[in-house]
């Protein structure tokens, strides 16, 4: 046999071999469960019917029609293999499986959190890593499925009566294992469609999503709030500063249950005992959030607008209108309204036209010359100092009302900045030093325990940059409305947890806090497992309620 033989042979057999694993690899994408990460692997002994049904078609179609069928099948089966891929990769995430009409702008942000999370050479790598491997799979399936066909029609043609038999006892196999239920584990059924599954889980998501627009909307056009005029718009309110800050990935999970809980505990009942003796009072419930993991937007927007956002389509078809936000709510009323996003870097349209904000603060017009920490552009310690600079130093000035994001808890968590001499903050080259000294990436996520610990840090050290804040700013009007906007990713709080994040109302006047008597919330900084929990939605109408003139108090309150 020549040489050029031989190299003909070894490629067709490593062709069979790549198709072969090819084939595998698709086949154990699709049967896996969406929570399959870090679950048994009992999902592999699943018996899908489309391998049956396509030996079925080869068996049947004529043989110069094979390839074309081949290709085209192979086609789809990549598509589906990379929507499961991603259902995978949301649900690990996001704790949900991937939409296919709502999430495809994710993946922009996704590569934009990689990048500022791991760093720009191992962002880019993952990046194109994650291309390379669409690009595989797309050219990949299809030239498998197309080779494997031609491999196997030969044997079907000889063999036709031995595979109609095969097919037969294979199908009637499968059929007995759907009717009697059959189970690899708990709930795995042994008889699985797993593409029949796939699109149709998807297509039920597009219906749904065509559904939504018009049931949105009309929720959106229903606003008790919306002529309420401006003079009782929060005058229980008039003359304090109103900050509602939101603390990134602050979810259940750093409050109750967990090991880094404790950590957490012991800085909020630290926090409120620092609070009470400078004369402030702070009453604690629970929220349930719209979204989990990340994709803070919808609940920032759930939260001001009083209307559930739990999708990108929601989000998109809400700041196209003119729903009364809180912060629109405190402008029609008098106060100057800031938006405070470290973590931007770009133009915000929606800020002004939606959120009806007159200063926008973002990671490129506060001034900071310090180094990153992990996806944060600046501590948090710098946020809420460069705020109180330009906000809160004037003597005669209007009150203020912002949203303050604070995003040293995002994650990769770490590194981690510590707190410094309010003194020294400075431009926040003061950082440097510590962010030289600080816990690695590579040091914090090289272990479960490590990295729940890292989360952990990364709270405490927000909530006490919050109240040292509160301490060191000295306005008696300050009043202020801090929650998480979600659970952390999966990684962190785990499979099946709740949407549930901390809320607390922290004031100094008592009329304040007397004014939320009814809300039964909970004494301090930390809500206990019996305080209230309440939809991220109802907290709008809820808060206008109590702090706007009586005539708004009609509104009803049990949604």
Known sequence: MSQASRWVRVARRAGVVAAIGTGLVVWAVLVAPEDAVGKPLDWL????????????????????WRDAAALLGGAVLAMLTIVKILDLGFTSALSRPFNVVTDWTYLRDASGLVHDSAGGAVGTTAVVGAVLLVLAVLGGVPWSARLGVRHLGPSLDRHRRGWTVALVALTTGWLVAAVAHVQVGPG?????????????DHVGQVRAAVRDRAVFAQTIAHDPFATTPPGDLVSGLRGKDVLIVFVEAYGEVAVTGTPESAAVSSTLDQGTAQLRAAGYTSRSAWLDSPTFG?????????????????????????VGTDRLTLSAAFRRAGWRTVGDSPADRGDWPQGRSFYRYDQL??????????????????????????????????????P????????TSHLP?????????????????????????ARTKAQAWSDSPSLRAAYGQSISYSLESLVSFVRSVHDDNLVLVVLGDHQPATVVSGPGASHRVPITLVAHDPAVTQRVGGWGWQDGLRPGQGAPTWRMDAFRDRFLTAFSAPATTAVRLDH
């Open 45 to 64: 002994l699943r018996l899908p019917l489309e391998p049956v049904l396509v030996v079925a078609v080869v068996l049947v179609l004529p043989a110069r």
């Open 188 to 200: 795995l059924p042994l008889a699985a469609t797993p593409s029949v599954g796939l699109v149709a």
């Open 294 to 318: 990340g994709i803070s937007w919808l609940a920032h927007s759930t939260l001001q607008a009083g209307v559930w956002v739990d999708s990108q389509q929601r989000y998109d078809q809400l």
């Open 361 to 398: 603060y973002d990671a490129t017009n506060v001034g900071y010359a310090g180094p990153a920490f992990g996806y944060a552009p600046m501590p948090d310690q710098y946020t809420l100092k460069a705020f109180a600079d330009r906000e809160l130093s004037s003597g005669s000035r209007r």
């Open 400 to 407: 203020v009302m912002a949203e303050i994001d604070l995003v």
């Open 413 to 437: 968590w770490a590194p981690l900045p510590t707190m410094v001499d309010w003194s020294s903050v400075g431009d926040g080259r003061v950082f440097g030093t510590i962010e030289a000294h």
